[in-house]
């Protein structure tokens, strides 16, 4: 669903909005006047029971990102799980950095994130992705996705285990030190693909429709780059108009065990119950891996006993949530704070 921010303006306000539609084959245009904040709470209470219908806010998704100045450029929607604006025609080539691997020292006073090995994997996985990319540019089965990839070559690099990343640091998910440090990685991230995209760009060509002038006027671009790769753009342009995407990353996090995209981790452990096996019913608890992990090391018996830092979407509240999806009220002044830890317990 999209929403708007006349909308979102109506919703504040408590006015009324008109909702309009027009039918493609008949021309039919078809309005009605409702309560806009009476209807967002129905589409947040809907959204709450079943998880549908999902929300785009599609003036930011349309003026933040890199093409957002660039006038003969439009969304015309997402990939199935909505991670990923697309244009018509648009190739969604995903993959993601587990963010929980760049941890050393983790469970200790000592433990921090590892810049320097992060940049290393950004890079490798930019030219990975584009050489993927190109493998697959024939397969697509329409000759307008493959028009699109060509022209626009998208890519979309995101991350996992954001959440067994802050408990391995000590970082209660939603604090203030995990704000700081969330968007120092994010703006790392940023910063280095798109440096690195640029580096390809020289050496094998700017995407054709690319234009560096209209990137690096992109709001979205001038607030996630480095003076060097504002250089490096301008020399050569990107090799990619699209380059991150973090998505939730269900299906790859569950294998490999660690917390999905953003998230917090859902819960310590699960009950399970069998019905077969003993002749009668036993419940028993499964707990999360990285749950598991430091209840081993640290000889714990219950989970009652981890650090208050081992925060779940159970316990999380929800400004919490809302303050690390935004990084509000922190944003560019603490960037490079980056030692702040929570107390240990």
Not at 207 to 213: F, T, V
Not at 285 to 291: A, C, D, G, L, P
């Amino acid at each position: 669903m999209r929403i708007s921010k006349e909308f979102m303006d109506a919703v504040k306000k408590n006015k009324p909005f008109m909702l309009e539609y027009t039918r493609e084959t008949t021309a039919e245009r078809i309005e009605r006047e409702v309560n806009a904040r009476v209807l967002f709470r129905h589409i947040a209470e809907v959204n709450w029971d079943y998880g549908e219908p999902g929300a785009l806010f599609w003036d930011r998704i349309a003026g933040w990102n890199l093409l957002s100045n660039t006038e003969d450029f439009q969304y015309a929607g997402v990939n199935p799980c909505a991670e990923e604006p697309l244009p018509a025609g648009g190739s969604c080539l995903l993959g993601s950095l587990n963010l929980s691997e760049f941890v050393k020292n983790p469970f200790t006073d000592e433990a921090t994130f590892d810049f320097g090995r992060f940049k290393d994997c950004i890079r490798i996985c930019i030219r990975a992705l584009n050489e993927v990319l190109d493998e697959g540019m024939d397969l697509h089965p329409l000759e307008e996705q493959r028009r699109s990839a060509a022209d626009l070559r998208q890519i979309g690099l995101g991350i996992m285990g954001l959440a067994d990343m802050l408990i391995k640091l000590g970082i209660a998910y939603g604090e203030e030190a995990s704000i700081i440090l969330c968007d120092e990685i994010g703006f790392t991230m940023a910063d280095t693909a798109i440096a690195e995209s640029a580096l390809l760009a020289e050496k094998e060509g700017a995407y054709p429709k690319c234009c560096a002038g209209e990137i690096i006027a992109a709001p979205y671009f001038q607030a996630n780059t480095t003076k060097e790769t504002k250089e490096l753009v301008k020399k050569y342009g990107l090799r990619n108009s699209q380059i991150l995407t973090v998505a939730p990353t269900g299906t790859i996090s569950t294998m490999l065990g660690v917390s999905g995209g953003i998230e917090p981790i859902y819960a310590n452990y699960y009950e399970r119950r069998t019905e077969s096996l003993y002749g009668k019913n036993v419940s028993y608890k499964v707990y999360t891996k990285i749950v598991e992990t430091y209840m081993k090391e640290h000889q714990l018996k219950e989970s009652s006993a981890l650090p208050e830092y081992f925060v779940t979407a159970m316990n999380l509240d929800y400004h919490q949530r809302i303050r690390m999806q935004t990084g509000r009220n922190f944003k560019l002044k603490y960037r490079g704070q980056i030692r702040v830890k929570s107390p240990r317990i």
